[in-house]
T-cell receptor, first 111, second 113 residues
Framework: DAKTTQPTSMDCAEGRAANLPCNHS???????VYWYRQIHSQGPQYIIH???NNETNEMASLIITEDRKSSTLILPHATLRDTAVYYC????????????FGQGTELSVKP | NAGVTQTPKFRILKIGQSMTLQCTQD?????MYWYRQDPGMGLKLIYY???????DKGEVPNGYNVSRSTTEDFPLRLELAAPSQTSVYFC????????????FGPGTRLTVL
């Protein structure tokens, strides 16, 4: 599985867009990029995933660069409840669904 | 539909004791997983199962055992508890691998003294 690199922490003002970057320069062609988040010691929660194309759902948008070496998770209008640790994970579709969690980015949304 | 449930929520063990962490899912998912999370760290996979009767090791299996006799249940056994096993344990399930999302339980906080 490709290693991912994320900033340790970020701040965002409430109501503004939160843009969380992730580098995955060694990602292979059959590895998807997943984003999960963990709110204060709860179980992680799935946010979004993608392979090549940009993706959007009710929670967030995922922008993947054309060379697939990096991606950005966008929370369009961050709220205080979005304060959490966000994990970017590159996972091989064919390897049993095992998620390798790094240390993630601690996002603090401030009023 | 309760999703993934775990019991107990909290437990304190003495060194050398044993215990079983229970995990049940009611979504008829084939895949189930056990992770541990040490303070300030990401989750690490202990064991996983792709269906009843089939289990395999993850990144950190030493000191743990699992079984999967039914689709719903995936218990994690600690035989000889050690302080290094103090952690929060999360169980998860997914319908299949690949692009299917994993649903996590609320966790069990274990302290070994």
């Amino acid at each position: 599985d490709a290693k991912t690199t994320q900033p340790t922490s970020m701040d965002c003002a409430e109501g503004r867009a939160a843009n969380l970057p992730c580098n995955h320069s060694t990602i292979s062609g059959n590895e998807y990029v997943y984003w999960y988040r963990q709110i204060h010691s709860q179980g992680p929660q799935y946010i979004i995933h993608g392979l090549k194309n940009n993706e959007t759902n009710e929670m967030a948008s995922l922008i993947i660069t054309e060379d697939r070496k990096s991606s950005t998770l966008i929370l369009p209008h961050a709220t205080l409840r979005d304060t959490a640790v966000y994990y970017c994970i590159a996972e091989n579709y064919n390897q049993g669904g095992k998620l390798i969690f790094g240390q993630g980015t601690e996002l603090s949304v401030k009023p | 539909n309760a999703g993934v449930t775990q019991t107990p929520k909290f437990r304190i063990l003495k060194i050398g004791q044993s215990m079983t962490l229970q995990c049940t899912q009611d979504m008829n998912h084939n895949y189930m997983y056990w992770y541990r999370q040490d303070p300030g760290m990401g989750l690490k996979l202990i064991y996983y199962s792709v269906g009843a009767g089939i289990t395999d090791k993850g990144e950190v299996p030493n000191g743990y055992n699992v079984s999967r006799s039914t689709t719903e249940d995936f218990p994690l056994r600690l035989e000889l508890a050690a302080p290094s096993q103090t952690s929060v344990y999360f169980c998860a399930s997914s319908r299949r691998t690949g692009t299917d999302t994993q649903y996590f339980g609320p966790g069990t906080r274990l302290t070994v003294l």
